[in-house]
């Protein structure tokens, strides 16, 4: 079972709803998704919890708790022992126990952060953390930043500059966009589900276009997931 860790010392900065996103893609891609709860306002909790009560969730995904060690390791081993083929991790920001654990383990660290400037410095920290560890323990672990809340129109001059200076960073080659389904999708639920029930009504067909603009937004981030941790499906599609 492939790890990947959501990570980010600075809240707010899309870290959750990063997460989220990609859940459809994943599921959609054919994969059996565990996720674990290792953030303490248990956000993976609360959307799991909404999207069942709107007929948007999709009960092969299986939520655990991680939010100590001494649970997360034998969650780990059950989630494998479940079939799971990969475990998306919402992690809790600072330095733990835990979070080197996550760490240590993890296949691919993705650090989510907007264009602003308190994100991109809680990104820039979290990063130098992870590559103190990697040296300070002799690993080498895939790390990305994963840019957020992306304008779709013209970006301001600070965006640019924002965006300017992040093409020194590792990231992924998707982004998330600045979209009310972003925004939104703790309440919505796994967005591919979300599209389904309303393309079923003729009235929401408008809202349903909107929604499958996001989920094939979202699947670009997914792909770009599997592309990291299954290095050999990269190489199937290419030859």
Known sequence: ?????????????????????????????????????????DPLSTWQTNARAIGTWDESCQIYDGSELDVFIPNMEKAEQNGCDIALVD???GDSELNTAIIANADLVLIPTSLTAMDIDGAISTFQFLLN????????V???????????????AAEKESLEM????????????QRNAFADI???????????????DPNKRI?????EVAVREASRISSDILDVIFPERHVAESA
């Open 1 to 41: 079972m492939k790890l990947v860790a959501f990570t980010s010392f600075k809240g707010g900065a899309g870290k959750s709803t990063s997460l989220m996103s990609s859940v459809s893609g994943l599921v959609q891609a054919g994969k059996k998704v565990a996720l674990f709860e290792a953030d303490q306002n």
């Open 91 to 93: 992690m809790r920001g």
């Open 133 to 140: 560890f990697m040296e300070a323990n002799e690993k080498d």
């Open 142 to 156: 895939p790390a990305a930043f994963l840019l957020t809340r992306v304008p779709t129109g013209r970006q301001s």
């Open 166 to 177: 992040l093409k020194e960073m590792p990231q992924l080659s998707a982004r998330l966009p």
């Open 186 to 200: 703790m309440s919505l639920g796994m967005l591919h589900l979300y599209h389904r029930e309303l393309a079923a």
């Open 207 to 211: 809202l349903a276009g909107h929604i």
